[in-house]
Protein backbone atom coordinates (compact mmCIF):
# COMPACT_ATOMS: atom_id res chain seq x y z
CA UNK A 1 0.00 0.00 0.00
CA UNK A 2 1.87 3.34 -0.72
CA UNK A 3 1.99 6.26 1.68
CA UNK A 4 -0.85 8.09 -0.38
CA UNK A 5 -3.22 5.01 0.03
CA UNK A 6 -2.28 4.51 3.71
CA UNK A 7 -3.36 8.32 4.79
CA UNK A 8 -5.85 7.87 3.30
CA UNK A 9 -7.30 4.93 5.00
CA UNK A 10 -6.24 6.02 8.25
CA UNK A 11 -8.37 9.24 7.47
CA UNK A 12 -11.18 7.25 6.74
CA UNK A 13 -10.65 5.39 10.55
CA UNK A 14 -10.35 8.00 12.04
CA UNK A 15 -12.66 11.21 10.00
CA UNK A 16 -9.97 13.67 10.70
CA UNK A 17 -10.06 13.87 7.03
CA UNK A 18 -10.14 18.04 6.02
CA UNK A 19 -10.70 19.86 2.93
CA UNK A 20 -10.13 23.28 1.81
CA UNK A 21 -12.24 25.01 -0.47
CA UNK A 22 -10.69 28.03 -2.69
CA UNK A 23 -13.14 30.08 -4.77
CA UNK A 24 -11.93 33.03 -6.65
CA UNK A 25 -13.64 34.42 -10.19
CA UNK A 26 -11.29 36.02 -12.46
CA UNK A 27 -11.90 39.04 -14.55
CA UNK A 28 -11.27 40.85 -17.93
CA UNK A 29 -11.52 37.17 -19.83
CA UNK A 30 -8.92 35.63 -18.55
CA UNK A 31 -10.18 32.21 -17.85
CA UNK A 32 -8.83 29.72 -20.29
CA UNK A 33 -5.77 30.88 -19.22
CA UNK A 34 -6.02 30.28 -15.98
CA UNK A 35 -7.91 26.92 -17.12
CA UNK A 36 -4.80 26.00 -19.45
CA UNK A 37 -2.17 26.91 -16.13
CA UNK A 38 -4.17 24.41 -13.81
CA UNK A 39 -4.13 21.72 -16.69
CA UNK A 40 -0.35 22.38 -16.70
CA UNK A 41 -0.06 22.62 -13.14
CA UNK A 42 3.69 22.21 -11.66
CA UNK A 43 2.16 19.32 -9.19
CA UNK A 44 4.19 21.07 -6.23
CA UNK A 45 1.20 19.86 -3.55
CA UNK A 46 1.27 16.48 -4.56
CA UNK A 47 4.26 15.71 -2.07
CA UNK A 48 3.05 17.82 -0.31
CA UNK A 49 3.15 15.92 3.54
CA UNK A 50 -0.65 14.85 4.65
CA UNK A 51 -1.71 15.74 0.82
CA UNK A 52 -4.39 13.61 -0.77
CA UNK A 53 -5.86 14.88 -3.62
CA UNK A 54 -7.01 18.34 -5.62
CA UNK A 55 -9.62 18.77 -7.81
CA UNK A 56 -10.07 22.07 -9.47
CA UNK A 57 -14.03 22.79 -10.36
CA UNK A 58 -16.07 25.64 -12.51
CA UNK A 59 -19.72 26.06 -12.31
CA UNK A 60 -21.33 25.23 -15.86
CA UNK A 61 -22.62 28.83 -15.50
CA UNK A 62 -20.43 30.96 -14.29
CA UNK A 63 -16.74 29.60 -16.30
CA UNK A 64 -14.86 32.58 -14.74
CA UNK A 65 -15.42 31.11 -11.31
CA UNK A 66 -12.80 28.31 -10.06
CA UNK A 67 -13.71 25.93 -7.42
CA UNK A 68 -9.98 24.26 -5.65
CA UNK A 69 -10.79 21.42 -2.88
CA UNK A 70 -7.97 20.49 -2.02
CA UNK A 71 -8.55 17.01 0.38
CA UNK A 72 -5.68 16.55 3.58
CA UNK A 73 -5.11 14.61 6.50
CA UNK A 74 -5.78 17.23 9.21
CA UNK A 75 -6.30 20.73 8.74
CA UNK A 76 -2.70 21.30 10.51
CA UNK A 77 -1.01 19.39 7.28
CA UNK A 78 -2.78 21.99 4.96
CA UNK A 79 -1.99 25.38 7.26
CA UNK A 80 1.44 23.61 6.61
CA UNK A 81 1.29 23.63 3.05
CA UNK A 82 -0.34 27.31 2.93
CA UNK A 83 2.67 28.99 4.51
CA UNK A 84 5.49 27.17 3.19
CA UNK A 85 7.54 28.41 0.02
CA UNK A 86 6.36 25.85 -2.46
CA UNK A 87 2.54 27.10 -2.18
CA UNK A 88 3.84 30.76 -2.98
CA UNK A 89 6.14 28.92 -5.90
CA UNK A 90 3.19 27.43 -7.40
CA UNK A 91 1.17 30.22 -7.44
CA UNK A 92 4.16 31.55 -10.16
CA UNK A 93 2.61 29.31 -13.12
CA UNK A 94 -0.76 31.87 -13.13
CA UNK A 95 -0.57 34.48 -16.45
CA UNK A 96 0.52 37.53 -15.88
CA UNK A 97 -1.70 39.83 -14.98
CA UNK A 98 -4.10 38.22 -13.88
CA UNK A 99 -6.77 40.14 -11.88
CA UNK A 100 -9.80 38.33 -9.95
CA UNK A 101 -13.13 40.22 -8.85
CA UNK A 102 -12.47 41.83 -6.00
CA UNK A 103 -13.85 40.23 -2.84
CA UNK A 104 -14.10 37.04 -5.04
CA UNK A 105 -11.88 35.34 -3.38
CA UNK A 106 -12.30 33.08 -0.11
CA UNK A 107 -11.33 29.82 1.46
CA UNK A 108 -13.59 27.91 3.04
CA UNK A 109 -12.61 24.86 5.34
CA UNK A 110 -14.42 21.84 5.84
CA UNK A 111 -14.11 18.87 8.25
CA UNK A 112 -15.57 15.56 6.58
CA UNK A 113 -18.21 14.43 8.53
CA UNK A 114 -19.35 11.19 6.41
CA UNK A 115 -18.74 9.74 3.13
Not at 70 to 89: F, G, N, P, R
Not at 90 to 106: I, N
Request: proline share 5%; with cysteine.
Amino acid sequence: MSEKEMVLEQSRQTNDEFVALSQFTVAEGMEDSVKDAFMNRPHLVDNAPGFIRMDVLRPTTCPQEFWLMTWWKDECSYETWHQSHAYHESHKQMPKGLKLVPGSAKITKLGLLSR
